[in-house]
């Protein structure tokens, strides 16, 4: 019997450091339900043993719980308003050393799209990005950066040529990008942010919080942020108390730290 959610939690956050109160609980214990059935397991606490005694469903597990679903120029429109008007605002209020966080970065698609979009308007020896996700697992993948043709199909036939190469049906990202972006492991709901950031980029994350988990990620990016910084989010997200917190919005998905 799947009861006691309560104890598995505490068992989870023992394990992992994922703090599960943070996440809607009905749509979570489906997910873990499922993964758990998937592995034989018939209670929470005969998945917790599993956990314990395997590290290969251990990294499953949190694999699982951290959601990975990613691809290069996600929401290309997004994109090209980053492109157009976001980039060449931020080099004109900061400089061309610009300091920038790829927050839950995933399998590395999103930094690396943030050093392709900058170096039409910058060389790679200036830009510098910080990816953090709280999936190991994951962030391994973003530093072997092999991708899919699906992940790379929206990515931009100059720069797709440029930087990528084609490995049987896979592709290969430039060392020359990689270099730019330095990968760690953060969690988004329990470590220290960090700070002066002229952008930061955090998309189709956070919808899986509550909302004052939200809320809390939200102040903490603008206290990140440098004063005219940017948050850029993602399509399936809103800030609906931008203002409380003190962002003025630049559009639907840019709000800037005035």
């Avoid at 034989?40 to 719980?65: D, G, I």
């Avoid at 698609?109 to 697992?137: C, G, R």
């Avoid at 980029?201 to 940017?230: P, Q």
Wanted: glycine letters at 2%; a positive charge.
């Amino acid at each position: 019997m799947f009861d006691k959610y309560e104890e598995f939690k505490k068992e989870v956050l023992k394990l992992t450091k994922i703090d599960l109160n943070y996440y809607k609980e009905k749509q979570m214990r489906r997910r873990i339900d499922t993964l758990a059935q998937k592995n034989k397991a018939t209670s929470y606490e005969e998945y917790v043993k599993l956990l314990k005694e395997s590290p290969e469903l251990f990294e499953q597990f949190v694999n699982f719980l951290t959601i990975n679903v990613s691809e290069f120029y996600r929401n290309p429109e997004q994109w090209k308003l980053l492109d157009e008007k976001v980039i060449p605002k931020l080099i004109q209020d900061h400089g061309r050393n610009l300091k920038i966080w790829s927050a839950a970065c995933s399998t590395g698609d999103e930094p690396y799209s943030l050093v392709m979009a900058f170096s039409k308007h910058i060389p790679l020896s200036n830009i510098h990005i910080t990816a953090t996700d709280i999936d190991k697992q994951v962030i391994a993948s973003a530093k072997a950066g092999l991708y899919s043709e699906k992940s790379v199909l929206n990515v931009p036939a100059d720069l797709k040529k440029k930087y990528f190469t084609k490995i049987g049906s896979s592709y290969q990202i430039a060392d020359e990008i990689k270099k730019c972006v330095t990968f760690r492991e953060h969690n988004l709901l329990k470590d220290v942010y960090p700070k002066d950031f002229d952008l930061i980029l955090c998309r189709n994350v956070v919808i899986y919080f509550t909302d004052e988990a939200k809320d809390e990620i939200y102040r903490k990016f603008f206290a990140s942020l440098k004063e005219k910084g940017v948050l850029f989010i993602g399509s399936t997200e809103q800030i609906t108390n931008y203002k409380d917190i003190g962002f003025s919005r630049m559009s639907s998905f840019y709000f800037e730290k005035p």
